[in-house]
């Protein structure tokens, strides 16, 4: 299947501090991205849906100012956490969907905020 | 809403021992199922699909059938392996002609002994 890399796996940040996670598509165009937030023991939940060169259509409830979405290419986007708290740790995961509409999936960031 | 309800983990198993694990949906209309698997620091990867009702879907030994007269979705395997030690996610999502969004269950850990 496709393969899609995150980077970086894990990441440690202070309170009040941005981070950024990119999220790649490495043999293939994904056309859309999707970005996803898992808490522990609960479901993947979606956070945004992005099309290359469109602005991200965002999920009720998460706020599209502190969840910035990039997706400027076709193998490339980035989700940055702007003035991190506490409550944003979590696991971040992305997806990639091309022209067959499957969903590959990236392995996932740990974020912690301390 | 869609909602997906998958029975709660850890699941453990003896290898060769008969898996099932339970999935059900709720969603109006003819969403499509399916079942992802997230193996140990890897991401998630689609396991099967089906797309409509009495449809059975079939990988790895793996198989599920769409019931819509019970939406449900369980995940069956006759003979586990140790190498079968996962975490497994039911889904759905709603075929537009563009990649849509997944809905996904809670995931349910799933520990194969020797």
């Known amino acids: 299947g496709a393969v899609v890399s995150q980077h970086p796996s894990r990441v440690i940040c202070k309170s009040g501090t941005s981070v950024k996670i990119e999220c790649r598509s490495l043999?293939?165009?994904?056309?859309?991205m999707f970005w996803y937030r898992q808490f522990p023991k609960q479901s993947l939940m979606l956070m945004a849906t992005s099309n290359e060169g469109s602005k991200a259509t965002y999920e009720q409830g998460v706020e599209k100012d502190k969840f910035l979405i990039n997706h400027a290419s076709l193998t490339l986007s980035t989700l940055t956490v702007t003035s991190a708290h506490p409550e944003d740790s979590s696991f971040y995961i992305c997806?990639?969907?091309?022209?067959?509409?499957?969903?590959?999936f990236g392995p996932g960031t740990r974020l912690t905020v301390t | 809403g869609d909602s997906v309800t998958q029975m709660e983990g850890p699941v453990t198993l003896s290898e060769e021992a008969f898996l099932t694990i339970n999935c059900t949906y709720t969603a109006t209309g003819y969403p499509s199922l399916f079942w992802y698997v997230q193996y140990p620091g890897e991401g998630l990867q689609l396991l099967l699909k089906a797309t409509k009702a009495d449809d059975k879907g079939s990988n790895k030994g793996f198989e599920a059938t769409y019931r819509k007269e019970t939406t449900s979705f369980h995940l069956e395997k006759g003979s586990v392996q140790v190498s079968d030690s996962a975490v497994y996610f039911c889904a759905l999502n709603r075929p537009t002609g563009t990649a849509s969004k997944l809905t996904f269950g809670t995931g349910t850990r799933l520990q194969v002994t020797l």
């Open positions: 043999d293939f165009q994904a056309t859309t």
């Open positions: 997806s990639g969907a091309g022209n067959s509409y499957e969903q590959y």
